[in-house]
């Protein structure tokens, strides 16, 4: 008997999606970021790298940890539960 795993894809997309959102809009809120964007006294400390640094690895970092987490959690739920013959 095969499983379906469409809930799992569809909440696998869900939790990528919200990261890849999520994680950018923290890391915009964050007052260190908001220095090196222009927050800073008379645009002192402004460092336009990072949006080609931090940005990108922020993008795919808040993209990959839901998944990673995810996929735990479904490898230790599918443990425990017996598999039917």
Request: proline share 7%; with cysteine.
């Amino acid at each position: 008997m095969k499983r379906r795993a469409d809930g799992v894809t569809c909440g696998g997309c869900a939790l990528s999606t919200t990261g890849a959102i999520g994680a950018p809009s923290l890391w915009l809120s964050l007052p260190r970021t908001r220095r090196h964007l222009g927050g800073g006294f008379e645009n002192e400390g402004m460092d336009w790298t990072v949006l080609l640094t931090e940005l990108p690895m922020v993008v795919v970092g808040g993209a990959l940890l839901p998944l990673l987490a995810l996929t735990l959690v479904m490898r230790v739920v599918g443990r425990r539960r017996p598999r039917p013959e």
